[in-house]
């Protein structure tokens, strides 16, 4: 676990969150080490207050996660925006 996950969760734990949502930006980055930037497909991580990482994203985007420093799961999703709920949905 990095050292940034590790604050973040004694953060969630210190205020009883169940977990925290990203969108794409500094603070995203800051956790997982992928730069993402605003765009008008979502890029969302969930982190819970057990650790485990989820992140729904375009399918182009999904391979950029080897270079994560945080073990997260990807949910990809394709290019038509009626998928873009259900890859949200199950991060």
């Not at 949502?21 to 979502?42: C, D, I, K, Q, T």
């Amino acid at each position: 676990m990095s050292p940034r996950l590790a604050r973040m969760l004694d953060l969630l734990d210190v205020n009883r969150f169940d977990g925290v949502v990203l969108n794409a930006g500094p603070s995203l980055e800051y956790l997982f080490g992928v730069p993402f930037h605003l765009m008008e497909r979502p890029v969302l991580a969930f982190v819970s207050a057990t650790g485990t990482a989820a992140m729904a994203l375009p399918e182009l985007e999904a391979s950029r996660l080897v270079h994560a420093r945080t073990e997260v799961t990807p949910f990809p999703y394709g290019e038509e925006p009626s998928t873009w709920a259900a890859a949200v949905a199950d991060a």
